[in-house]
């Protein structure tokens, strides 16, 4: 995404819909309809002996204002491309490097199920995570007769899904109002059927716990909450034992450095830096050894063992973080309360480890 903001996400709809009530908002920053899922074409370059399937995602311009791509060479085709539905295409950089050897193929023809089309751009790769925006070759959906006239119940029901960047957070009640009163408006033309997106768009965090028929969001937000409390709770309960035993070993320690005249939120602090180091040590080894593995067992871990993998689908700096964070609040929580009540115990409780 361009900004710190969110995507909303309309749904499977079809042309129509998507033309008459999502392009025309005038509230978000951009609108783009995609297709709901990739599909594999048979790709091969004149020439070159190369032949295999690929996986083609069909999108509009607005696309790569919506999602980041960071473009190797060439640009993204333009909007009057893809109203004239000119046959071009972005490919990425793993199929350009397949298929001609070098990423400088801009103007060069690829041929998807037999059909030209002229190479605009090439990207880095996208993993196959990242659900709403995958493919291994792009191109706009207004070449597909499928997505352009196959829409079902009065063109409500279709292929596409729809993705709005917001300019704010801020934003997000009044995208949701403009959306509502718009497929209010369609449905007034409607001879049959009515479009009904229930509370969408929704957020991209929201659609983690959305389920859509029957609009049930607030029950799989709460059961997911309560799923990450447990899994919170569990290990600092299961630490909690093992950091009173070794507390409990360094009681004499504690009493020494009383006598010393170590204060007690000092000797608890020194406990706590120490696991926190500790900690550290630990993810960063953690993470090593989780990367090792992940190249040595990629085959069986991936449905496609031909996968290139890049930097960034095995590392997020900021997920790591998360981890880390997560990590040293189990262990603030298990080791805090122990440490406090051990370093309470008087000097002489203390030095006498058998109490």
Same mark, same amino acid.
């Given at each position: 995404?361009?900004?710190?903001?969110?995507?909303?996400?309309?749904?499977?709809?079809?042309?129509?819909?998507?033309?008459?009530?999502?392009?025309?908002?005038?509230?978000?920053?951009?609108?783009?309809?995609?297709?709901?899922?990739?599909?594999?074409?048979?790709?091969?370059?004149?020439?070159?002996?190369?032949?295999?399937?690929?996986?083609?995602?069909?999108?509009?311009?607005? $696309?790569?204002?919506?999602?980041?791509?960071? %473009?190797?060479?060439?640009?993204?085709?333009?909007?009057?491309? $893809?109203?004239?539905?000119?046959?071009?295409?972005?490919? @990425?950089?793993?199929?350009?490097?397949?298929?001609?050897?070098?990423?400088?193929?801009?103007?060069?023809?690829?041929?998807?199920?037999?059909?030209?089309?002229?190479?605009?751009?090439?990207?880095?790769?996208?993993?196959?995570?990242?659900?709403?925006?995958?493919?291994?070759?792009?191109?706009?959906?207004?070449?597909?007769?499928? +997505? *352009?006239?196959?829409?079902?119940?009065?063109? +409500?029901?279709?292929?596409?899904?729809?993705?709005?960047?917001?300019?704010?957070?801020?934003? &997000?009640?009044?995208?949701?109002?403009?959306?509502?009163?718009?497929?209010?408006? !369609?449905?007034?033309?409607?001879?049959?059927?009515?479009?009904?997106?229930?509370?969408?768009?929704?957020? @991209?965090?929201?659609?983690?716990?959305? !389920?859509?028929?029957?609009?049930?969001?607030?029950?799989?937000?709460?059961?997911?909450?309560?799923?990450?409390?447990? !899994?919170? %709770?569990?290990?600092? !309960?299961?630490?909690?034992?093992? *950091?009173? @035993?070794?507390?409990?070993?360094?009681?004499?320690?504690?009493?020494?450095?009383?006598? $010393?005249?170590?204060? +007690?939120?000092?000797?608890? /602090?020194?406990?706590?830096?120490?696991?926190?180091?500790?900690?550290?040590?630990?993810?960063?080894?953690?993470?090593?050894?989780?990367?090792? &593995?992940?190249?040595?067992?990629?085959?069986?871990?991936?449905?496609?063992?031909?996968?290139?993998?890049?930097?960034?689908?095995?590392? /997020?700096?900021?997920?790591?973080?998360?981890?880390?964070?997560?990590?040293?609040?189990?262990?603030?929580?298990?080791?805090?309360?122990?440490?406090?009540?051990?370093?309470?115990?008087?000097?002489?409780?203390?030095?006498?480890?058998?109490?």
């Amino acid at each position: 995404m361009k900004r710190a903001t969110d995507i909303l996400e309309g749904g499977a709809l079809g042309h129509r819909v998507v033309r008459e009530c999502f392009y025309p908002m005038s509230t978000p920053e951009e609108i783009t309809a995609v297709s709901a899922q990739s599909r594999t074409k048979r790709t091969a370059v004149p020439g070159i002996k190369t032949v295999r399937e690929c996986d083609i995602r069909f999108v509009d311009a607005a $696309f790569w204002k919506v999602f980041d791509f960071r %473009f190797i060479n060439g640009a993204p085709f333009t909007e009057a491309s $893809f109203n004239s539905a000119i046959p071009v295409a972005v490919i @990425s950089n793993k199929v350009a490097r397949e298929f001609f050897g070098t990423t400088d193929v801009i103007g060069k023809t690829i041929q998807l199920d037999y059909v030209d089309y002229t190479i605009q751009g090439v990207v880095n790769s996208v993993s196959e995570a990242v659900d709403e925006a995958y493919g291994e070759i792009w191109v706009p959906y207004s070449v597909n007769k499928d +997505i *352009m006239t196959s829409d079902f119940v009065e063109g +409500i029901g279709g292929q596409l899904r729809v993705y709005i960047l917001a300019k704010s957070p801020a934003d &997000f009640d009044k995208i949701r109002q403009e959306a509502q009163s718009r497929i209010e408006s !369609f449905n007034s033309a409607q001879a049959e059927y009515k479009a009904n997106i229930w509370k969408q768009p929704i957020s @991209s965090i929201q659609r983690m716990f959305y !389920f859509v028929p029957g609009d049930r969001a607030h029950g799989n937000v709460t059961g997911m909450l309560l799923l990450a409390a447990l !899994f919170l %709770f569990l290990p600092i !309960f299961n630490l909690l034992g093992i *950091m009173i @035993s070794q507390i409990q070993k360094r009681r004499p320690e504690m009493g020494l450095r009383k006598a $010393f005249g170590a204060t +007690i939120p000092k000797i608890v /602090k020194q406990i706590l830096a120490e696991n926190f180091i500790i900690t550290i040590i630990g993810g960063i080894a953690g993470l090593c050894l989780s990367v090792l &593995f992940f190249y040595v067992a990629k085959d069986g871990l991936l449905e496609r063992p031909d996968v290139t993998l890049q930097p960034g689908m095995i590392f /997020k700096p900021v997920l790591f973080l998360v981890a880390l964070l997560v990590c040293m609040l189990i262990n603030l929580l298990s080791t805090a309360i122990p440490a406090w009540r051990a370093a309470q115990l008087h000097v002489t409780e203390s030095l006498n480890a058998n109490i």
